[in-house]
């Protein structure tokens, strides 16, 4: 069972529940992914089937840099950021996943399929990001996903993305 320290909880290990459904938090989610603010769109993940599938949250607030330029009158968030937080959610099975991305790889995104949006994101909502990786080719692979909120579908396609060594030359 994960722990509660200073208003955080801490990671669980993978593929296990606790009493909330928490599988990683902010702080799990930042040791599996590079990305950081104001890039990182993935809060938490609250569902995990070992290389098969994942739920991930991102909470839309009224602060996101992007509202203030897109469209500052009637913020709506881009919908490349929400494939980007798919892509995100995709890269942390792929990367957690037991039979995944090799240590010292990192994922690329190299294409989108398929993609349909249904509907706007606006400061306040809650995404729901479940992911399902369907194939893989090394060193592609294939997951497809669907984005909702309230139950309501906002987006829905198909990512895919390329295993890339990771460089320690930050040039």
Avoid: C
Avoid at 81 to 109: D, N
Avoid at 120 to 134: K, N
């Amino acid at each position: 069972m994960a722990t509660v320290h200073a208003g955080l909880r801490k990671e669980a290990e993978p593929g296990t529940n606790t009493e909330t459904g928490l599988i990683w938090d902010a702080v799990g989610v930042r040791k599996i992914l590079p990305h950081r603010y104001p890039f990182l769109f993935i809060d938490k993940v609250v569902e995990f089937v070992d290389n098969h599938s994942l739920v991930a949250i991102k909470n839309v607030t009224a602060n996101e840099p992007f509202f203030a330029g897109h469209f500052p009158n009637r913020p709506v968030m881009p919908g490349v950021l929400v494939i980007e937080a798919m892509a995100q959610a995709g890269a942390i099975l792929a990367k957690a996943s037991s039979e995944g991305v090799p240590s010292g790889y990192t994922l690329f995104l190299v294409g989108v399929e398929e993609m349909k949006f249904k509907r706007q994101v606006v400061p306040g909502d809650t995404l729901r990001i479940e992911m399902e990786h369907t194939k893989r080719r090394r060193p592609l692979w294939f997951i497809k996903g669907v984005v909702t909120i309230d139950g309501k579908v906002v987006a829905s396609g198909v990512i895919s993305a390329a295993e890339v060594k990771e460089s320690t030359d930050p040039n």
